[in-house]
């Protein structure tokens, strides 16, 4: 017991490295998202082509293979990165193309009417997009977004093949050096599922939000 006592302060700083990368990597998955999404509703296929090729790869290659080419492969080509920022970006350009599909779906749910209302009161397409569209695709795609959200949480623990400090990679340096294995790794699943379910709480009380305020 005092053995598992001495360890919480490992424990407590491989949650805050997998809570800080795993925050930082899905908002840069959203951003880069919906940017894709975008793309693929472009009319000039040298935008939309890419955009659709990018999102089928990202869907198709494993996450430690992404970090692998960021983080082993990334020096050949003079990109340095720290296991932090590789685990950052890796995570996020990994999680793009699902949260780019959750996010063409949602806009393709639009109805082309609201459009053509937004250009009748003089709207820019701009002003559009992040006042009518971009509004209601969010709150058509809260729940996929949040599943997708907590994929990419449970994804991070892969994150400690690039010697991040992440739960993971806690469980493994208490395992190898008090050669004990369940303890460790129960600890890190508890906290797995102590991640999963906040987010799957605060989901849940934000699409009642929207849902309050959208009847």
């Known amino acids: 017991m ?9 424990y407590a700083a491989g949650l805050a490295t997998t809570i800080a990368v795993s925050l930082l990597g899905i908002f840069i998955s959203v951003i880069v998202g919906i940017f894709l ?14 955009a659709r090729g990018y999102i089928e790869f990202a869907r198709g290659a494993p996450l430690a293979l992404v970090l692998f080419l960021l983080y082993y492969g990334g020096p050949q080509f003079g990109l340095l990165l720290s296991p932090h920022v590789a685990g950052i970006v890796g995570l996020g350009l990994y999680g793009a193309g699902p949260f780019a599909e959750i ?15 937004a250009e009748m009161l003089g709207l820019t397409p701009g002003q559009s997009f992040l006042n009518i569209e971009l509004p209601q695709a969010l709150r058509v795609t809260l729940p996929a977004c949040v599943g997708q959200t907590i994929n990419l949480v449970k994804e991070s623990a892969v994150l400690s093949v690039i010697t991040l400090g992440e739960l993971t990679k806690v469980a493994g340096t208490i395992s190898s050096i008090t050669f004990a294995v369940v303890t460790p790794y129960l600890t890190i699943a508890l906290l797995y599922w102590a991640l999963v379910e906040t987010i799957a709480r605060l989901g849940f009380y934000a699409e009642r939000r929207f849902t309050a305020k959208g009847s």
């Open 2 to 10: 005092s053995g598992f006592v001495n360890d919480i302060p490992l």
């Open 37 to 50: 999404a975008l793309a693929l509703r472009s009319r000039f296929r040298l935008i939309a082509i890419p």
């Open 103 to 117: 996010f063409r779906a949602g806009f393709s749910a639009i109805q082309k009417g609201e459009r053509e209302a």
